[in-house]
C-alpha cells in the first residue's frame, strides 16, 4: 500500500477513505459514523469544537496542528484525524484530546501509541 509506506508522516490515503465509508453507513456523509446515541451526541459537541477551531486557525493563517485539508468540511476533518490515529496519535492527542480519545474508543488504541 504505497500511501502508507510513510506511516508516521500522518497521512494515509486508506485510512481515509475507509473513514468516509464508516462516515456514510448511517446514509449521512457528516462526519459522525454511527454510534449508541449519547456517545454520537459526545462525539458530534467534542469534533464540532474541534473542527471550528481548525476552522478559526485557518481562517487566521495560523499554523494548523493537524493538515489543514481537515478543515474542509466535517467529513473531512473525520477522515484526516482518522490518518493521525493511525500515523501519528501523540500529535492528534496533543493537539485534539477529546477528538482523540473519540478516536480510540472508535477504532481501538492506534499501533503507534506506545511508540
Ligand atoms: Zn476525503
Known sequence: ????????????????????????????????PPLPGPWQRGWARDFQAAYDALVADVDAGRETAIDGYAAEAPEEFFAVASEYHFSDPQALRS????????????YGPSPFTDA
Open 1 to 32: 500500500m504505497a500511501d502508507c509506506e510513510e506511516p508516521r508522516a500522518g497521512f494515509c490515503v486508506a485510512v481515509h477513505e475507509i473513514a468516509h465509508k464508516l462516515d456514510a453507513l448511517d446514509g449521512l456523509l457528516d462526519g459522525t
Open 95 to 106: 493537539a485534539m484530546p477529546k477528538v482523540a480519545a473519540h478516536l480510540e474508543k472508535f
